[in-house]
């Protein structure tokens, strides 16, 4: 199993949290700020895969869908 975490003190408190269902990323804000943590697939073999969390995933999680 793999995923992605934040770790924090009690009194610090994450708003907007969002986790992709792959696990490998989540972003959330913390007092106005957007925190992202990821865990990227690495290597030349692997290169499908990292560009399309950088072209895709990480485009949702940096700008999330707007629902009006």
Known sequence: M???AFAARDEIQFTNIRQLPSGR???AELRGIT???TYV???TVKR???EHFY???LAYLTHPPTYR
């Open 48 to 50: 499908r895969k990292w």
């Open 2 to 4: 793999r995923g992605t």
């Open 41 to 43: 697939p690495s290597g």
């Open 25 to 27: 990323e989540m972003a």
């Open 55 to 57: 072209n895709s995933e």
């Open 35 to 37: 925190l992202i943590n």
